[in-house]
């Protein structure tokens, strides 16, 4: 499985957990976009590589290993909409810009967009809490 496709699951299912609690194979299909099979296939890699435990009775939970990647996902992903909401990019672009940018940017690349992010928000702190 690409590291973006584990990334985006990983993602889905810790957003779909906090607005849900258990969640089925089903609703992943439905915020994914996708067809069921396709989930079912991914869930098994996702489980083979130590991220999820996929059981019929208590639904899709995350390991410790996917919900660290899966939140480190979603702090990426803040990062960017922060900065390109601050730079004046609609929120719409800006979220859908920072989906790509969370998977693509290398960590070095990645620690100077936190400080970017860091100097912004220390000149409008209004923007500190997007962070």
């Given at each position: 499985?690409?590291?973006?496709?584990?990334?985006?699951?990983?993602?889905?299912?810790?957003?779909?957990?906090?607005?849900?609690?258990?969640i089925?194979?089903?609703?992943?299909?439905?915020?994914?976009?996708i067809?069921?099979?396709?989930?079912?296939?991914?869930?098994?890699?996702?489980?083979?590589?130590?991220?999820?435990?996929?059981?019929?009775?208590?639904?899709?939970?995350?390991?410790?290993?996917?919900?660290?990647?899966?939140?480190?996902?979603?702090?990426?992903?803040?990062?960017?909409?922060?900065?390109?909401?601050?730079?004046?990019?609609?929120?719409?672009?800006?979220?859908?810009?920072?989906?790509?940018l969370?998977?693509?940017?290398?960590?070095?690349?990645?620690?100077?967009f936190?400080?970017?992010?860091?100097?912004?928000?220390?000149?409008?702190?209004?923007?500190?809490?997007?962070?």
């Amino acid at each position: 499985m690409q590291k973006e496709t584990k990334e985006n699951y990983l993602k889905a299912i810790i957003g779909l957990t906090g607005k849900k609690g258990k969640i089925r194979n089903v609703d992943l299909a439905a915020a994914l976009s996708i067809t069921k099979p396709t989930v079912t296939n991914a869930l098994h890699q996702l489980e083979d590589d130590g991220c999820i435990i996929f059981d019929r009775q208590c639904g899709i939970m995350l390991t410790d290993l996917g919900r660290s990647i899966a939140l480190a996902t979603l702090e990426r992903h803040n990062t960017f909409m922060t900065i390109l909401t601050c730079l004046g990019v609609d929120s719409e672009t800006a979220d859908r810009d920072a989906c790509a940018l969370e998977h693509c940017v290398s960590d070095e690349s990645y620690d100077a967009f936190v400080r970017l992010r860091d100097m912004v928000a220390a000149k409008r702190p209004e923007d500190a809490a997007l962070s």
